[in-house]
């Protein structure tokens, strides 16, 4: 591939491979007259409860109809809270199960990053959709794992970059494009927060996916990859900890992706301190948002003066919907597996430059 690749034809060239692969498989690509897809969530954690959960409430194209739980205590809430039956209620082990159910059209799997291939490829393996949460997964490898169980059985899969989706995101996207204050030169993007995990926590244990890098600084990546819409062709990086709790992941990272013609992004990711903001400077002009990746909130604004104010809509809720038109319309999502892989293959260049202290990693 070459190193001058754009972000859009990098993303172009997945999503037809998906297309391509998706169209010989339609009984299970285009839904069997439903009005609304079922939706089963993959895991119970904070995020499915109150973020995923009440967004399917909101939803137009899907609904919450199934859960996969590894906590049998769960089970009870859970159903009477969504009117969930029996037969939709499954554990980690009995989820292949999945395949005889035409009630369930999609798995979104909420779980900590060391388990989202399995559970994907599980869930793409029982023919449904499969919506995965970011980190997509621990290493390219395990990315393209998923990639090919999604194509293997022709069903659509999507990251949960919702970012992507929200209004005003998609306006800065288009400035890029559009270059409406000229090419981009250069961009900054800080995502983190005051961290306090307890023992237990995933975030702490870097063999499930933990660190500030995989949790947090994958808005940054992505967004300095939206932003300019190119690929980094380098990357460089340092992570430290501060705190014993963090001794065996980054609770800080900061690192610089270097793009075609000289564009540079700085970003910083931590779980010691709050950031959260991504700033373009372009050739005429300069834009941001701050915040840029909180679940309300998101606004920006511009050097002509121009302001970008929050989007009241519900994000998890506009990206849902997003997701299930375009299985309704046999096409791809606005963010397929490619996306996800991309993410990882500059997580895993920045842990490179990190253990040699720093230096600069071509891609």
Same mark, same amino acid.
């Given at each position: 591939?070459?190193?001058?690749?754009?972000?859009?034809?990098?993303?172009?060239?997945?999503?037809?491979?998906?297309?391509?692969?998706?169209?010989?498989?339609?009984?299970?690509?285009?839904?069997?007259?439903?009005?609304?897809?079922?939706?089963?969530?993959?895991?119970?954690?904070?995020?499915?409860?109150?973020?995923?959960?009440?967004?399917?409430?909101?939803?137009?194209?899907?609904?919450?109809?199934?859960?996969?739980?590894?906590?049998?205590?769960?089970?009870?809430?859970?159903?009477?809270?969504?009117?969930?039956?029996?037969?939709?209620?499954?554990?980690?082990?009995?989820?292949?199960?999945?395949?005889?159910?035409?009630?369930?059209?999609?798995?979104?799997?909420?779980?900590?990053?060391?388990?989202?291939?399995?559970?994907?490829?599980?869930?793409?393996?029982?023919?449904?959709?499969?919506?995965?949460?970011?980190?997509?997964?621990?290493?390219?490898?395990?990315?393209?794992?998923?990639?090919?169980?999604?194509?293997?059985?022709?069903?659509?899969?999507?990251?949960?970059?919702?970012?992507?989706?929200?209004?005003?995101?998609?306006?800065?996207?288009?400035?890029?494009?559009?270059?409406?204050?000229?090419?981009?030169?250069?961009?900054?993007?800080?995502?983190?927060?005051?961290?306090?995990? %307890? @023992? *237990?926590?995933?975030? !702490?244990?870097?063999?499930?996916?933990?660190?500030?890098?995989?949790?947090? $600084?994958?808005?940054? &990546?992505?967004?300095?990859?939206?932003?300019?819409?190119?690929?980094?062709?380098?990357?460089?990086?340092?992570?430290?900890?501060?705190?014993?709790?963090?001794?065996?992941?980054?609770?800080?990272?900061?690192?610089?992706?270097?793009?075609?013609?000289?564009?540079?992004?700085?970003?910083?990711?931590?779980?010691?301190?709050?950031?959260?903001?991504?700033?373009?400077?372009?050739?005429?002009?300069?834009?941001?948002?701050?915040?840029?990746?909180?679940?309300?909130?998101?606004?920006?604004?511009?050097?002509?003066?121009?302001?970008?104010?929050?989007?009241?809509?519900?994000?998890?809720?506009?990206?849902?919907?997003?997701?299930?038109?375009?299985?309704?319309?046999?096409?791809?999502?606005?963010?397929?597996? %490619? @996306? *996800?892989?991309?993410? !990882?293959?500059?997580?895993?260049?920045?842990?490179?430059?990190?253990?040699? $202290?720093?230096?600069? &990693?071509?891609?």
């Amino acid at each position: 591939m070459s190193r001058d690749i754009t972000r859009k034809a990098f993303v172009q060239f997945g999503t037809a491979a998906l297309a391509a692969s998706s169209f010989g498989f339609p009984s299970i690509l285009i839904p069997r007259n439903k009005e609304k897809l079922g939706v089963a969530l993959v895991g119970l954690g904070n995020y499915s409860t109150s973020r995923l959960a009440p967004g399917l409430q909101q939803t137009e194209h899907c609904e919450l109809r199934g859960i996969v739980t590894g906590s049998p205590e769960k089970i009870p809430v859970w159903q009477e809270r969504h009117e969930i039956p029996d037969s939709n209620v499954y554990s980690y082990e009995t989820m292949h199960e999945l395949a005889d159910n035409d009630d369930i059209d999609i798995v979104y799997i909420v779980l900590p990053p060391s388990m989202h291939a399995e559970y994907s490829i599980i869930g793409a393996e029982a023919g449904k959709h499969v919506w995965c949460e970011k980190p997509m997964a621990m290493t390219v490898d395990e990315c393209q794992s998923i990639i090919d169980a999604a194509r293997r059985n022709g069903v659509n899969l999507s990251i949960g970059y919702r970012m992507q989706h929200e209004p005003n995101t998609q306006t800065i996207i288009r400035y890029g494009e559009e270059q409406t204050f000229g090419p981009v030169r250069q961009v900054r993007s800080g995502a983190g927060f005051r961290g306090n995990h %307890e @023992e *237990g926590n995933w975030r !702490i244990n870097a063999a499930m996916g933990g660190g500030a890098l995989f949790d947090m $600084g994958v808005y940054c &990546i992505n967004g300095a990859r939206y932003a300019t819409g190119m690929e980094p062709v380098a990357v460089s990086g340092i992570m430290r900890h501060l705190r014993d709790r963090y001794k065996d992941v980054d609770e800080y990272t900061v690192f610089e992706l270097v793009f075609p013609d000289g564009v540079t992004a700085s970003c910083e990711t931590s779980f010691g301190e709050g950031t959260n903001y991504l700033d373009i400077d372009a050739a005429n002009g300069w834009y941001r948002l701050r915040p840029f990746q909180s679940y309300s909130g998101v606004q920006g604004t511009t050097s002509r003066g121009t302001e970008l104010p929050p989007d009241p809509a519900h994000q998890q809720a506009r990206q849902m919907d997003s997701d299930a038109l375009a299985i309704k319309e046999s096409r791809s999502p606005l963010v397929p597996g %490619e @996306e *996800g892989l991309a993410d !990882i293959h500059i997580v895993e260049a920045i842990f490179e430059s990190s253990r040699q $202290g720093g230096v600069r &990693i071509e891609l």
